[in-house]
């Protein structure tokens, strides 16, 4: 929360989560590849406020921009393969 970072386990197939945090709730979806991991996280209701998006094992990608994500908004990064 503070530091602006969502963590999520890393899936070796395409795959697509539930996610809730004190103040926010969405899905996440991975899709990883040779050229690393898509992920997509979108909230669906409440605002979460987003800098970096990591993958246990795998790593993370900062968001181009960093913001709050509100209801209806996603967030979208790649990244790279470890």
Do not use: H, I, K, Y
């Amino acid at each position: 929360g503070v530091e602006r970072t969502v963590r999520f386990a890393a899936a070796a197939d395409p795959v697509r989560w539930f996610w809730s945090s004190g103040d926010a709730w969405g899905t996440v979806r991975q899709a990883p590849g040779p050229e690393g991991t898509g992920v997509e996280l979108a909230v669906l209701g409440g605002e979460l406020p987003l800098r970096r998006l990591e993958l246990d094992g795998a790593g993370g990608a900062d968001l181009e921009r960093p913001r709050t994500l509100r209801r209806g908004e996603t967030a979208a990064v790649r990244v790279p393969p470890p």
